[in-house]
């Protein structure tokens, strides 16, 4: 987009979820609502709806035929998400007072078909309101992100896809919001950021190729953390944060009837200034955080080197599948995709032996396999596994290579090697995937 190289989140199936088994340890804890449409007071929704945009309204209006059509109704939640879209509209994190605001976001979901998800309490969007946090409704045919206010972190769509693309079937709209927390389960990588959690309501499942995160002003490589899935970075792809393009995009509709109209044209991405980003490749979404990832490590995983049943000129998938995880330095995987990992052997006496098909690129989740590897030389060897970083990629930030895994001793039979193909380090870089394809 003509600025300096960002980043980005791109999450290939992405679950959003609001506190629902998610860390969030600093968002507020007061008793929550009921359920979406279960305890709801019209005459609450359409007094704080006067309170905030007046008693002759287009949003007051809005709020007595909500009352009209019933609560938890299609047609009361598509008003609903139409006065919250005002909401999100009339705020920039700037205001003296979120609190009129945040109660009538509560009042609206109550009232609201929300596929059953617990209503926050008022606090959690006091935050997302407020100067650091991120408020918005996004339809299907918008394309546009949602930004949290201070232009940090971002929410959009990938390329020039719409919302709707990404939307599972019979989801039209949704109310995206963030806010920043505190977690203390993050990993022994070095912090650059604060720490964000993004959520939606009602809670869903993003289609492929899923929705991108952005983080706008630091740099590295953005940890995710669910509860229950463990820590994990993500692996690199490119945000419209800081685009100078996007300053020239025209101003977001401030009405819903507007944003209906616009369906299909582009939405400024609060243009921060910002030259330096970061993301990158997930499941799903709850707290990020941007570390500095120091080196890119190795780990064996799901497999152990067998010290017989090898044999000359046949794939070690005969026994295993050799299989790597990189990490980053502090030991959490990293899920980098086309990282080059390759195999080497050393012999009894120190020499150096050749394995054929030696070289795997990572996939989505940072792993790479050597199904077609194998020796060309009987003896006992140690094989070793190395990378030289994501540098093997020249698209994504450059982080160098850390350590390498040794085997124990494995013992190859005689046999037939056939032709052998070898990568050596030094060599130009070998096709991608290469003969042993990607792990599934």
């Known amino acids: 987009m003509g600025s300096p190289r960002l980043g980005a989140l791109l999450i290939v199936t992405a679950f959003l979820a609001t506190g629902c088994g998610e860390q969030q340890?600093?968002?507020?804890?007061?008793?929550?609502?009921?359920?979406?449409?279960s305890g709801c007071?019209?005459?609450?929704?359409?007094?704080?709806?006067?309170?905030?945009?007046?008693?002759?309204?287009?949003?007051?209006?809005?709020?007595?035929?909500?009352?009209?059509?019933?609560?938890?109704?299609?047609?009361?939640?598509?008003?609903?998400?139409?006065?919250?879209?005002?909401?999100?509209?009339?705020?920039?994190?700037?205001?003296?007072?979120?609190?009129?605001?945040?109660?009538?976001?509560?009042a609206l979901l109550t009232c609201m078909d929300i596929g059953g998800a617990t209503v926050p309490a008022s606090t959690v969007f006091d935050a997302a309101l407020g100067a650091h946090g991120a408020f918005g409704?996004?339809?299907?045919g918008d394309v546009g992100p949602v930004t949290s206010h201070d232009g940090a972190w971002l929410l959009e769509p990938p390329g020039t896809q719409t919302w709707g693309s990404i939307f599972p079937a019979g989801t039209n709209a949704i109310l995206a919001y963030g806010v920043p927390v505190t977690n203390g389960s993050f990993t022994n990588d070095v912090p650059q950021s604060g720490i964000f959690d993004w959520s939606t309501l009602p809670h869903i499942t993003f289609n492929d190729p899923g929705v991108i995160i952005g983080q706008c002003t630091a740099g590295g490589y953005l940890q995710h953390n669910a509860a229950g899935s463990g820590a994990e970075i993500l692996g690199f792809v490119e945000p419209s944060c800081g685009s100078?393009?996007?300053?020239?995009?025209?101003?977001?509709?401030?009405?819903?009837?507007?944003?209906?109209?616009?369906?299909?044209?582009?939405?400024?991405a609060y243009a921060s200034l910002a030259t330096i980003a970061t993301g990158g490749t997930g499941k799903k979404l709850s707290p990020f955080q941007v570390e500095d990832i120091t080196n890119v490590n190795l780990a064996a995983t799901g497999f152990t080197w067998k010290k017989s049943g090898n044999t000359v000129g046949v794939p070690f998938s005969q026994t295993q599948t050799p299989k790597y995880q990189i990490l980053s330095g502090g030991?959490?995987?990293?899920?980098?995709?086309?990282?080059?990992?390759?195999?080497?052997?050393?012999?009894?006496?120190?020499?150096?032996?050749?394995?054929?098909?030696?070289?795997?690129?990572?996939?989505?989740?940072?792993?790479?396999?050597?199904?077609?590897?194998?020796?060309?030389?009987?003896?006992?060897?140690?094989i070793i596994a190395k990378t030289i970083g994501t540098t093997s990629n020249?698209?994504?930030?450059?982080?160098?290579?850390?350590?390498?895994?040794?085997?124990?001793?494995?013992?190859?039979?005689?046999?037939?090697?056939?032709?052998?193909?070898?990568?050596?380090?030094?060599?130009?870089?070998p096709p991608n995937p290469g003969p042993n394809g990607f792990a599934p």
């Open 137 to 140: 409704v996004k339809v299907s």
């Open 244 to 268: 100078s393009s996007a300053q020239l995009m025209e101003r977001a509709p401030k009405t819903f009837g507007e944003r209906v109209l616009r369906l299909l044209s582009p939405a400024p």
């Open 331 to 382: 030991g959490t995987p990293f899920l980098q995709p086309d990282v080059l990992v390759w195999l080497e052997a050393i012999g009894n006496q120190g020499v150096n032996v050749d394995i054929c098909n030696n070289w795997a690129w990572t996939n989505a989740n940072g792993i790479a396999q050597f199904p077609a590897g194998y020796l060309n030389k009987s003896g006992g060897y140690t």
């Open 25 to 37: 340890s600093n968002v507020p804890t007061a008793p929550e609502f009921a359920q979406g449409g």
């Open 394 to 429: 020249g698209g994504i930030p450059a982080v160098p290579a850390g350590n390498s895994v040794l085997s124990p001793l494995v013992n190859v039979k005689n046999g037939s090697p056939g032709t052998c193909n070898t990568f050596h380090q030094g060599d130009p870089p």
């Open 41 to 106: 007071s019209f005459t609450t929704v359409s007094q704080l709806t006067k309170n905030e945009f007046g008693a002759n309204s287009a949003e007051a209006g809005l709020a007595t035929n909500m009352k009209s059509a019933g609560a938890g109704t299609a047609q009361a939640t598509s008003l609903g998400y139409q006065i919250l879209a005002s909401i999100g509209n009339n705020y920039d994190g700037t205001q003296a007072s979120t609190s009129n605001a945040s109660a009538l976001t509560v």
